[in-house]
């Protein structure tokens, strides 16, 4: 069965620095790929998502996410917070397509605290 | 286009009752996928319709059931709630060619 890992629970970041927050899935199948934002009280909104080719893409907001096949990773980064950036982030699996495909499947989350 | 709906935003329900969760898809969507998300948790699959049929289900119990409309809106039924139903509920919608889905705001299911 496929799984989400999101090793932290929260992170804590000053404003304007880096940020890489870690998932790590595990899917029988080529996976599709996803990272999510919530405010709170709110719906998923979705930064970006992987399938196939460039294994970096880019997403809304300035965010970014690199797949690593062989460490079966896909982390989400930004190369300078803002305050607004505090939220949960949320990894998710789930198949390309249709066919007795399954929904999708979902980390724990990443709370993100932004830091003045 | 006004992407996805869900209504009531917020419910309150006491032990036993039952409940009916409404969704409108995004313009141009076919599926409609139902997730629950306990407090402090990621969401978990509920299920998901497609051509008015349940395609695909997670580890719910019976008391969790679905319909979907001809114009591809869902309701989700929960009977003889328990407290541990308190949570709130997602809907998405995608398409069936490609599994990219859009959340609406929620329900937040309070059971007392």
């Known amino acids: 069965a496929q799984s989400v890992t999101q090793p932290d629970i929260h992170i804590t970041v000053s404003e304007g620095a880096s940020l890489e927050l870690r998932c790590n899935y595990s899917?029988?199948?080529?996976?599709?790929l996803f990272w999510y934002v919530q405010s709170p009280g709110q719906g998923l909104q979705l930064l970006l998502k992987?399938?196939?080719?460039?294994?970096l893409v880019q997403g809304i907001k300035g965010f970014e996410a690199e797949f690593k096949r062989s460490q079966s990773s896909f982390n989400l980064r930004k190369p300078s917070v803002h305050w607004s950036d505090a939220a949960e982030y949320f990894c998710a699996v789930g198949p390309y397509s249709g066919g007795g495909a399954d929904g999708l499947t979902f980390g724990k989350g990443t709370h993100l605290i932004i830091q003045p | 286009d006004a992407g996805v709906t869900q209504s009531p935003t917020h419910l309150i329900k006491t032990r036993g009752q039952q409940v009916t969760l409404r969704c409108s898809p995004k313009?141009?969507?076919?599926?409609v996928s139902w997730y629950q998300q306990a407090l402090g948790q990621g969401p978990q699959f509920i299920f998901q319709y497609y051509e008015e049929e349940e395609r695909q289900r997670g580890n719910f119990p019976d008391r969790f059931s679905g319909h979907q409309f001809p114009n591809y809106s869902s309701e989700l039924n929960v009977n003889a709630l328990l407290l541990g139903d308190s949570a709130l509920y997602l809907c998405?919608?995608?398409?069936?060619?490609?599994?990219?889905?859009?959340f609406g705001p929620g329900t937040r299911l309070t059971v007392l």
């Open positions: 313009s141009g969507h076919d599926t």
């Open positions: 899917y029988g199948a080529t996976p599709y």
């Open positions: 992987y399938f196939s080719g460039d294994t």
């Open positions: 998405a919608s995608s398409s069936l060619l490609n599994n990219e889905q859009f």
